[in-house]
């Protein structure tokens, strides 16, 4: 498209690239998910610290109970934030990381739920 002037010579208008745009979206929300997976991820890093911490002061059952939930809330704030990332996600390669990411964490979850598990029944 050309746009007269007075007097000069006609100039382009520059159209916005709305690919380019389309793309630095998409790539924000990549990241915006990667970090709530990251935050999600640290909530539950932080809770398994507390609990072996409270585990070692030889809390109450009621005690145990309450952390647990709070633990299991977390846990399921990684997993929904690890879907949200993962669907969005095209690169086969990004993908398969994406899983192996969470693959090893779940892994970490499920072994330290085995560990507490077994010194609360060693406790009762």
Known sequence: MEEETDGQAPRR?????????????GNENLLRLRRSRRAAKGNVTKKITKITLCMSQSPSAEEFSS????????????????????????????????QDYYESECARIANFLRDITSVYLKGQ
């Open 13 to 25: 208008q520059v159209l916005p690239n709305v690919t380019l745009d389309q793309q630095g979206v």
């Open 67 to 98: 952390k647990a939930q709070e633990f299991n809330n977390y846990v399921e704030a990684f997993k929904t934030a690890q879907a949200n990332y993962h669907s969005i996600l095209i690169d086969e390669e990004e993908i398969q990381d994406s």
